[in-house]
C-alpha cells in the first residue's frame, strides 16, 4: 500500500506571493491533517480534514486554509507569504477523523524569500 | 490545556551505550502517547505508541516506552544505540476521544558516537 505522498518535496516562493501544497492520503483513509514544522516553534497543528468538512483548526491567521476533495486528497493554502511561513509542511492521513494513529508523509519544504 | 515536554534538546550517546529520552505530558486526562522519529528531510515515523492496557511498550527498532501515570512520563529507550539510531525524536499525545489533533515535545536530537 503507498504511503502519504506529498507534492512538491520543495518550493522557494518570494514574499506576498501564495502557495498550495497538495497531499494524498493513504489508500482507503479518509481524514487529512497538516502540521507546521519549524525551528523556533516545533510542530504545531493547522488543521483536520474529514468528508470534505474541516474538522479542527490550530491557532493560525487566516491566511492558512486548506481543504479536501472527495477522494480525500487534500491542499493547503497560504496566501501572502512571509518570511516566517518558511518552514516543512506535513500531511498526516488516518483511516477516520479520531483514528488513535496517523500516518506522516516527506513533507513539503517551503522557503519564502 | 495538553502540553508535552521533552527534556534535552540535545542527548549524545556512545555506540553500544543506553538510550533513554525523557518525555512528560501535562494533561487531566491520561491521553494516547506516541513517539516518533525522523530522519533529516523526511516526515515522521510512528515508533511506538501507548493507548491503554499494558504500560511498557515495545516498539521498531529495539525501542521501549513505559507510560507512568503517577509521574506523568512516557520516556523512550533503547538498551544499546545504533548509529543508525541517530536522528530527531518526539513525543506527542493525543487526546483519548478527541480530534486528530496530535501535540508535540520540542524533539530531541540523538546524536551516537562511534
Known amino acids: 500500500k503507498a504511503g502519504v505522498t506529498q507534492t512538491p518535496r520543495y518550493l522557494i516562493k518570494t514574499r506576498g506571493q501564495q502557495v498550495t501544497l497538495s497531499c494524498s492520503p493513504i489508500s482507503g483513509h479518509r481524514s487529512v491533517s497538516w502540521y507546521q514544522q519549524t525551528p523556533g516553534q516545533g510542530l504545531q497543528f493547522l488543521f483536520e480534514?474529514?468528508?470534505?468538512?474541516?474538522?479542527n483548526k490550530g491557532n493560525f491567521p487566516g491566511r492558512f486554509s486548506g481543504r479536501q476533495f472527495s477522494n480525500s486528497r487534500s491542499e493547503m493554502n497560504v496566501s501572502t507569504l512571509e518570511l516566517g511561513d518558511s518552514a516543512l509542511y506535513l500531511c498526516?492521513?488516518?483511516?477516520?477523523?479520531?483514528?488513535?494513529?496517523?500516518?506522516f508523509g516527506p513533507g513539503t519544504r517551503l522557503t519564502v524569500l | 490545556a495538553q502540553s508535552v515536554t521533552q527534556l534535552g534538546s540535545h542527548v549524545s550517546v556512545s555506540e553500544g551505550a543506553l538510550v533513554l529520552l525523557r518525555c512528560n505530558y501535562s494533561?487531566?486526562?491520561?491521553?494516547?502517547l506516541f513517539w516518533y522519529v525522523q530522519y533529516p528531510n523526511q516526515g515522521l515515523q510512528l515508533l511506538l505508541k501507548?493507548?491503554?492496557?499494558?504500560?511498557l511498550v515495545k516498539g521498531i527498532n529495539g525501542f521501549e516506552a513505559e507510560f507512568k501515570k503517577s509521574e506523568t512520563s512516557f520516556h523512550l529507550t533503547k538498551p544499546s544505540a545504533h548509529m543508525s539510531d541517530a536522528a530527531e525524536y518526539f513525543c506527542a499525545a493525543k487526546l483519548q476521544g478527541g480530534s486528530e489533533k496530535l501535540v508535540f515535545g520540542k524533539g530531541t536530537k540523538l546524536t551516537v558516537n562511534p
Open positions: 494533561s487531566s486526562v491520561p491521553p494516547y
Open positions: 501507548y493507548t491503554t492496557g499494558a504500560t
Open positions: 498526516a492521513s488516518s483511516t477516520t477523523s479520531g483514528s488513535i494513529e496517523q500516518f
Open positions: 480534514y474529514f468528508s470534505e468538512t474541516q474538522r
